[in-house]
């Protein structure tokens, strides 16, 4: 509902599944599940003491009544929120069938509200996380920004990863989560440290240069195999590598082109920063990409600490932003000089007939 410039959601209250046709069709409610128990239709309409049964932790169903200024507690959620208890209402195994997608809310309200999850709703998680694949990636797109963009990224995406939540998400990622010590793991969870740092500064951050992030190493394994097997060039490699990575991942995690779109400008300038003089990295200073490039190439750095060049790139590039002249190359870049203009040549002339002026 639009109420001036605010858009406030109004829900009803919603009720059991019937338990047989004839409760479903007298109520007139509408409810079905598919083979893994998970609800495909759930038109069932009911009352706030049914609604309240029908959350998915107790501290999730409370109501408050702006007539009377009352807090609807059905659940004791109260006492579960001051103990610190992250509890489901119901079977936890059957509520994670019901909707997958509720074991990373199990994730996202343990890290949010910092409780501790009961047993009984961190059991099954580890068992029952391959029923992700079920959910439409555009619904799981709006979990990852719930996920990694709300300040909660570093916690949420250790925890996703202890109960395989994280790998659901992110197949290609499986074997490098799994080395906490190697330089993607590390990039990873640098990347998302700063994520939480710069939300909780109130600077701006984007999705896009987490895909970036994320996405990364299963690029380069792509890029180096079209290079070595295929004998494409380099840049050519780098394209096909981000078009296939970025369709595989779109499998399991929608991501609209206004973010896949600005992560493969991030990919592709990486190797623009090589250049360090002349126009070409005078053009590369002045990209509207820029300074997302140049902070990806600070945590490459950082991840992968042994590479001395790129220390010496990214050491380069701060000092650019501070002195830009230093990019002017002394010598002329190949192709770049000016040629000498070219004389242009008249048309040749006829030689001419000696007529009556040879020597007799």
Excluded: C
């Excluded at 759930?42 to 309240?52: F, K, L, R």
């Excluded at 992030?213 to 195999?225: G, K």
Aim: charged content about 30%; proline content about 6%.
């Amino acid at each position: 509902m639009v109420f001036g410039k605010e858009v406030i959601e109004v829900a009803t209250f919603r009720g059991h599944h019937g338990d047989s046709p004839q409760e479903e069709n007298k109520k007139n409610r509408t409810a079905d599940q598919d083979e893994h128990g998970q609800l495909v239709r759930d038109n069932v309409y009911g009352s706030i003491e049914e609604d309240a049964e029908r959350r998915d932790f107790t501290a999730n169903a409370l109501y408050y009544n702006i007539a009377d200024f009352a807090i609807y507690d059905f659940a004791n959620g109260v006492d579960d929120i001051n103990a610190g208890i992250l509890r489901m209402i119901g079977d936890p195994e059957v509520r994670y069938r019901e909707d997958p997608v509720r074991m990373l809310r199990a994730v996202r309200f343990a890290t949010k509200l910092n409780m501790q999850m009961d047993n009984s709703v961190s059991g099954p998680l580890k068992e029952l996380a391959p029923l992700l694949i079920n959910i439409p990636p555009a619904r799981l797109f709006d979990e990852f920004l719930k996920m990694f963009m709300s300040g909660k990224a570093e916690a949420n995406f250790l925890m996703m990863k202890d109960f395989g939540l994280f790998q659901q998400l992110f197949p290609m990622l499986k074997d490098y989560v799994a080395d906490e010590q190697s330089p993607a793991y590390q990039m990873m969870l640098k990347a998302f440290k700063d994520t939480d740092r710069r939300i909780a500064e109130e600077q701006r951050v984007t999705p896009a240069y987490l895909i970036a992030v994320l996405l990364w190493w299963p690029l380069q394994a792509r890029r180096e195999q079209l290079e070595n097997e295929g004998g494409l060039p380099p840049m050519d490699a780098l394209n096909v590598a981000a078009a296939d990575v970025i369709h595989r991942q779109s499998q399991r995690v929608s991501l609209p082109k206004r973010f896949s779109l600005p992560a493969r400008d991030i990919w592709q300038l990486q190797r623009r920063l090589n250049i360090t003089k002349g126009v070409r990295a005078q053009k590369v200073l002045e990209h509207k990409r820029f300074r997302a490039a140049y902070d990806f190439l600070l945590l490459r750095s950082y991840a992968e600490n042994s590479d001395k060049k790129l220390a010496g790139l990214a050491e380069h590039w701060s000092k650019a932003q501070d002195n830009p002249a230093q990019l002017k190359s002394s010598k002329p870049e190949a192709g770049s000089g000016r040629r000498k203009p070219r004389r242009r040549r008249g048309p040749r002339r006829k030689p001419q007939e000696n007529k009556g002026n040879d020597a007799t």
